[in-house]
């Protein structure tokens, strides 16, 4: 596609259910990342994808958070049991490699009420 | 975990002056980037500059790197409405983490 594709662009959700935010990175580009990024913050890393490789999970805040990617493209963020603190723009983005530049989606805002 | 601080943490000037913003940051770096984020959601690539370069230009942009100091500025001229926005620096330690500072917020007033 033109550029990473992220949905939805909003999402209100109650306290305790589960969500699923989806990212369609630009195609081609080998690695994928989550970020999430509070108002006014900077942005926190969540999970890197590269290739084939095994997923750098290092930054999901909680067991509540996984993530996949099939077949080296689309991926899914999946939060369950959500909470009030897990409100946030959650940020996609993707690039050809590492150690270049990362192009974003325009993010999925959740609000958890 | 934070890497790079930019400095200042909100700037405002009028439309036409120079803005610049600071970057500094804690370990050894492959490379330095700055993007620019309006209204709060996507994020956009202005310039990555290098480990081994020292000044970059794209346009109005300039980016300078001081490795010995571990910082990084960057110089918008000529300064117009559409600049304002939040500016971050982003630093590659060589780990494929881009980590980010807090951001700038740079209001450009007509």
């Known amino acids: 596609g033109a550029g990473v594709s992220q949905s939805p662009s909003n999402k209100v959700t109650e306290k305790g259910k589960d969500v699923e935010l989806r990212c369609d990175p630009i195609?081609?580009?080998?690695?994928l990342y989550w970020y999430r990024q509070s108002l006014g913050q900077g942005l926190e890393f969540l999970i890197y994808?590269?290739?084939?490789?095994?997923?750098?999970k290092s930054g999901l805040p909680s067991d509540r958070f996984s993530a996949e990617r099939t077949g080296g493209s689309v991926s899914t963020l999946t939060i369950q049991r959500t909470q009030q603190e897990d409100s946030a723009v959650y940020l996609c983005?993707?690039?050809?490699?590492?150690?270049?530049?990362?192009?974003f989606g325009q993010g999925t805002r959740l609000t958890v009420v | 975990s934070q890497q790079g601080e930019e400095d200042p943490q909100a700037l405002s000037i009028q439309e036409g002056e120079n803005a610049t913003m600071n970057c500094s940051y804690k370990?050894?770096?492959?490379?330095l980037q700055w993007y620019r984020q309006n209204s709060g959601r996507g994020l956009v690539h202005l310039i990555l500059?290098?480990?081994n370069e020292r000044e970059k230009h794209s346009g109005r942009l300039r980016v300078t790197l001081d490795t010995s100091k571990k910082s990084s500025s960057l110089l918008i001229t000529a300064s117009r409405a559409a600049d304002t926005a939040s500016y971050f620096c982003?630093?590659?330690?060589?780990?494929?983490?881009?980590?980010w500072g807090a951001g700038t917020k740079l209001i450009i007033k007509p």
């Open positions: 983005a993707s690039s050809p490699g590492w150690a270049t530049e990362a192009f």
């Open positions: 195609s081609g580009h080998t690695a």
């Open positions: 994808f590269q290739g084939n490789s095994a997923p750098d």
């Open positions: 370990t050894s770096i492959n490379n």
């Open positions: 500059i290098r480990s």
């Open positions: 982003a630093t590659d330690a060589g780990n494929y983490q881009l980590i």
